[in-house]
């Protein structure tokens, strides 16, 4: 009846069911909660993101929500210099290069999506295991009503997210330390001291380092403050992730900004599955996307794009194989290549440039240099623009020059 079953409707599942619905397939899209619901999250949209929304015909709906447009993002090292790199220099771009919207209504908007293009969708709805056929992966059992029922599909597709019941049932590892961060966000008002174009801001705080410490500003005078940190480092140093986040909007470097505003959430917690080391994406009857994927970028932390890049290409690949009547691992390994081929590169540098950052008198070094030379500063936002100028962070070479500029 189905040609796929998508467990998880996050932006990721949302947006498979709606390019798939929209192809003429026929998809059906389960989540345990309803929409709007809440996701924790920095709620950055970095350009992939904004892409993936052009392409899909969204962004009209993006910009008709609450949300504030991005320009670019500041810096801090541990020394204290500050950088701030504009995304773009065209600042006179109809559409930002980025946004800030909070998962509520991100969330909804892109679920709407999948809605409109008509696809079939159970919410509140629990999947709670695989349906297997030898090992082929045939379908879910899923919890709704009060009961459990089965549910098939030639294709099963793992969207739900850093918490995966379909990996775990495919008997994957999913917490690997050196490959996984720990998240916290903390919703506050009133924080001042934001650059005029809407600046989101990475600070490498010593007491935080080797992971980072965030102050994105929102829409109607919110700001999303957290903190994000390697889960191998956190385990090593025994680090308590809670009280550090409340002692680092008290750190001197950021108190006055804080002096007249007020905390209007609790701090929450998730994981994050980095694309440091991606997990096989395909089987028999089954492709994985976005955070159950383990496709968040290293570096920085964003996973909304990459998880909307991936969904595009399960719709892809479920269209390919109904056409071939092929669903097997090894046809759909296709798809593995095809996201690698994609992403692979930008994951790499990403890796290689979060074990850079470990090494805080490079950093220091960087930022410090940037923070004085025009020329620098623009080489790094062009880098934000162009994947073969980005390759670049990750050359000695370029360390090297900077060093001795
Ligand atoms: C603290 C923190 C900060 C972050 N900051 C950013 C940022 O600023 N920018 C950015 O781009 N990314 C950020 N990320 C990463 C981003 O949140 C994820 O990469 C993104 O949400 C992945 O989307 P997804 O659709 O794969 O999964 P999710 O958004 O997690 O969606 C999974 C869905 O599956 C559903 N589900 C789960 N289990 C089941 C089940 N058994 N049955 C049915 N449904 C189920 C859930 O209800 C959920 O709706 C951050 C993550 C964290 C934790």
């Not at 805080?360 to 923070?371: D, G, P, R, T």
């Amino acid at each position: 009846m189905y040609d796929a079953i998508i467990v998880g409707a996050g932006p990721g599942g949302a947006t498979a069911a709606a390019v798939m619905a929209r192809r003429g397939l026929k998809p059906l899209l389960i989540d345990r909660d309803n929409f709007p619901r809440d996701k924790v999250c920095g709620d950055a949209l970095s350009g992939k993101t904004v892409d993936v929304m052009k392409r899909l015909g969204m962004i009209e709906a993006l910009q008709a929500v609450s949300q504030l447009d991005s320009w670019g993002v500041t810096f801090s090292g541990p020394s204290g210099d500050e950088v701030a790199i504009p995304f773009t220099k065209a600042l006179d771009k109809p559409i930002a290069p980025g946004f800030v919207c909070d998962r509520i209504t991100f969330d909804n908007l892109v679920f709407q999506q999948a809605v409109e293009s008509g696809a079939e969708i159970w919410t509140e709805a629990t999947v709670t295991g695989l349906l297997r056929e030898g090992e082929k992966v045939v379908g879910v059992r899923v919890k709704r009503n009060g009961a459990e029922e089965e549910v098939r599909a030639p294709i099963t597709v793992g969207a739900d997210g850093a918490y995966s019941v379909v990996v775990r049932e495919l008997g994957m590892d999913q917490l690997h330390e050196d490959h996984y961060c720990a998240g916290l966000r903390w919703y506050w008002e009133g924080v001042t001291g934001f650059h005029e174009l809407n600046h989101i801001e990475i600070h490498f705080v010593d007491e935080s380092s080797p992971g980072y410490f965030w102050i994105f500003p929102m829409a109607d005078g919110k700001a999303n403050v957290g903190l994000g940190m390697l889960s191998s480092m956190v385990k090593k140093r025994d680090i308590k992730l809670k009280p550090l986040l409340e002692r680092l909007v008290e750190h001197p470097r950021f108190k006055d900004r804080f002096a007249d505003a007020k905390p209007i959430d609790k701090i929450r917690g998730w994981g994050l599955p980095l694309g440091s080391r991606p997990r096989r994406m395909s089987g028999d009857g089954w492709m994985l996307l976005g955070d159950a994927a383990s496709l968040i970028d290293p570096f920085t932390g964003e996973g909304i794009g990459n998880a909307m890049v991936s969904a595009e290409k399960v719709a892809e690949w479920t269209e390919k194989a109904k056409e071939v009547h092929d669903f097997s691992g090894q046809f759909l390994g296709g798809y593995d290549r095809d996201v690698m081929g994609y992403l692979g590169n930008e994951l790499k540098i990403s890796t290689g440039m979060q074990r850079l950052g470990r090494w805080k008198w490079l950093l220091n070094k960087v930022i410090q240099k940037a923070s004085r030379s025009e020329e620098l500063a623009d080489a790094i936002s062009i880098m934000f623009d162009d994947e073969s100028e980005r390759k670049k962070l990750v050359s000695p070479m370029f360390y090297l020059r900077v060093l001795t500029a």
